[in-house]
């Protein structure tokens, strides 16, 4: 398997613990995180395997650090790369706009020349809407410290090992 580069932006730091959960679970040989604030698209442009995560805040909005980034995003060449989305969300006090920093970063690499892996099935989340959702499937790994804490280690060692079928 190539290098995986590993993307976050985090406030809080759930982002950035699972971000390191994740470079664990594939092995800190293989995967490399970035923390977004000092990333720029050369960095992305060196690795053949991505994983971008950044948590969900207040009404839909993506994380700071992350909304700054997506013009970094905006301006790589990801032509070939293999993406794959992770974010956190609160399904219950914003179920209306659950984990859609998923959403907005699958919109930022439509029409990039990439493939997006990582999808999952809805069961297990309860919530209204979603950017994340995309015909019946999440397009990313969600995460919900606030309702769900309990799932979370559990729900990355699952995604992990998909992905690892998924990267090359």
């Not at 609160?90 to 439509?110: H, K, M, N, P, R």
């Amino acid at each position: 398997m190539e290098n995986i580069g590993i993307f976050y932006g985090s406030s809080t730091g759930n982002t950035e613990a699972a971000a390191k959960q994740i470079q664990k679970e594939f092995g800190e040989d293989i995967a490399t995180t970035f923390d977004v604030n000092n990333a720029k698209a050369i960095d992305i442009e060196q690795f053949s395997n991505l994983i971008l995560g950044s948590s969900t805040w207040g009404i839909g909005d993506i994380q700071d650090d992350f909304d700054n980034f997506l013009s970094e995003i905006s301006s790589a060449n990801l032509k070939g790369k293999n993406i794959a989305i992770f974010g956190y969300g609160d399904q219950e006090t914003y179920a209306d706009s659950f984990v859609d920093a998923i959403g907005i970063i699958y919109e930022a690499l439509e029409n990039k020349g990439c493939k997006i892996v990582g999808k999952i099935p809805t069961e297990g989340y309860q919530y209204d809407s979603s950017k994340a959702e995309i015909d019946g499937k999440l397009i990313g790994l969600p995460l919900d410290d606030e309702n769900q804490c309990n799932l979370t280690n559990e729900r990355i060692k699952i995604w992990v090992q998909q992905l690892k079928e998924c990267f090359k």
